[in-house]
T-cell receptor, first 113, second 115 residues
Framework: TQLLEQSPQFLSIQEGENLTVYCNSSSVFSSLQWYRQEPGEGPVLLVTVVTGGEVKKLKRLTFQFGDARKDSSLHITAAQTGDTGLYLCAGAYSGAGSYQLTFGKGTKLSVIP | NAGVTQTPKFQVLKTGQSMTLQCAQDMNHNSMYWYRQDPGMGLRLIYYSASEGTTDKGEVPNGYNVSRLNKREFSLRLESAAPSQTSVYFC??????????????FGPGTRLTVL
């Protein structure tokens, strides 16, 4: 079983602050994805990183895939209340002729006005 | 397009009862998945169907069965519900199950309580 460790588990910050969420594993993944989940809804894909060392930016969100493709980080600049939610990382691995995802346990972010 | 739809949204069962959770997608995706989400445990894969006509076990398949009815529909059945199956169940689909950038689209979830 491929394991992904996310940290921190909970994060409460003031609006305007910066934050970083980490996703680590001892396994190598073919790609890594970040999802955001609002209460009562399913996860929604934010980004996919594929190449070791890759950095992707989505407005105030910056995603990085580690050089060895075992870890990733999500950095949010100047957090807004709309960033509140559960952030999940997911690593893609090959099994039985197709790819599946293994998910981290998530980071619950609360941005306080 | 509705994307991925799930029925029912909420369900309460007594121990030993059976039920089927329905999932349908209108994106012409080949691959479909069932997950459960429990507090502090993240999303865990129950079963998946890489393509129409195939199904495979995921991380936590015990107590569940699945049917890939056609390309659009993938159902999850609990034959004899147990309190340990109280959870939120998510269905997802992907058109890239065969690719390493396996982006998945999720339904809104079914909240199941087993008493």
């Amino acid at each position: 079983t491929q394991l992904l460790e996310q940290s921190p588990q909970f994060l409460s910050i003031q609006e305007g602050e910066n934050l970083t969420v980490y996703c680590n594993s001892s396994s190598v993944f073919s790609s890594l994805q970040w999802y955001r989940q609002e209460p009562g809804e399913g996860p929604v894909l934010l980004v996919t990183v594929v190449t070791g060392g890759e950095v992707k930016k989505l407005k105030r969100l910056t995603f990085q895939f580690g050089d060895a493709r075992k870890d990733s980080s999500l950095h949010i600049t100047a957090a807004q209340t709309g960033d509140t939610g559960l952030y999940l990382c997911a690593g893609a691995y090959s099994g039985a002729g197709s790819y599946q995802l293994t998910f981290g346990k998530g980071t619950k972010l609360s941005v306080i006005p | 397009n509705a994307g991925v739809t799930q029925t029912p949204k909420f369900q309460v069962l007594k121990t030993g009862q059976s039920m089927t959770l329905q999932c349908a997608q209108d994106m012409n995706h080949n691959s479909m998945y069932w997950y459960r989400q429990d507090p502090g445990m993240g999303l865990r894969l129950i079963y998946y169907s890489a393509s129409e006509g195939t199904t495979d076990k995921g991380e936590v398949p015990n107590g569940y069965n699945v049917s890939r009815l056609n390309k659009r529909e993938f159902s999850l059945r609990l034959e004899s519900a147990a309190p340990s199956q109280t959870s939120v169940y998510f269905c997802a689909s992907s058109d890239r199950g065969q690719r390493y950038y396996n982006e998945q689209f999720f339904g809104p979830g079914t909240r199941l309580t087993v008493l």
